[in-house]
């Protein structure tokens, strides 16, 4: 059983209890299995995202909304991402459904119903060795 209270899924374990999954610890789960993804430049979290960077903080789940429907084992997730120039839109998306998919599933035990990519913006090589040099200036 999986209910949606406080932004958690909760999974009956049997006799020994329950396992609570914040809705956070999936998106992050999510965030790292898209960005291993070839031709994926960054995901795009907003102003929030943008914000926690650049006082130094990483945000694991920046572009991802995670919804676990109410009473059921499922979860649907929104990633919205910054493609790499060169590569193709399409193929891109495809390999980060499946990676996220397998990914939740694996680490939770969740079903993952949907998993849809938003291609917000394309970043150039030239645009990411500068963001580069900045970070680490």
Not at 5 to 15: L, M, Q
Not at 40 to 49: I, K, Q, R, Y
Not at 106 to 110: D, V
């Given at each position: 059983?999986?209910?949606?209270?406080?932004?958690?899924?909760?999974?009956?374990?049997?006799?020994?209890g329950?396992?609570?999954?914040?809705?956070?610890?999936?998106?992050?789960?999510?965030?790292?299995?898209?960005?291993?993804?070839?031709g994926?430049?960054?995901?795009?979290?907003?102003?929030?995202?943008?914000i926690?960077?650049r006082?130094g903080?990483?945000?694991?789940?920046?572009?991802?909304?995670?919804e676990?429907a109410?009473?059921?084992?499922?979860?649907?997730?929104?990633?919205s991402?910054?493609?790499?120039?060169?590569?193709?839109?399409?193929?891109?998306?495809?390999?980060?459904?499946?990676?996220?998919?397998?990914?939740?599933e694996?680490?939770?035990?969740?079903d993952?119903v949907?998993v849809?990519?938003?291609?917000l913006?394309i970043?150039?090589?030239?645009e990411?060795?500068?963001?580069?040099?900045?970070?680490?200036?």
């Open positions: 059983m999986v209910t949606n209270n406080v932004n958690r899924a909760e999974i009956e374990s049997g006799d020994m329950t396992t609570q999954i914040a809705n956070d610890v999936i998106a992050v789960i999510a965030g790292l299995a898209a960005t291993d993804v070839r994926v430049a960054d995901m795009s979290g907003g102003l929030v995202g943008g926690a960077e006082l903080r990483k945000n694991l789940s920046k572009g991802v909304k995670v676990v109410p009473d059921e084992r499922q979860c649907s997730v929104d990633l991402i910054i493609a790499e120039y060169g590569y193709r839109i399409p193929d891109v998306a495809l390999e980060i459904q499946e990676g996220v998919k397998q990914a939740i694996g680490m939770t035990g969740l993952v949907a849809n990519v938003n291609v913006g970043a150039f090589k030239e990411r060795d500068e963001e580069q040099k900045e970070r680490f200036r």
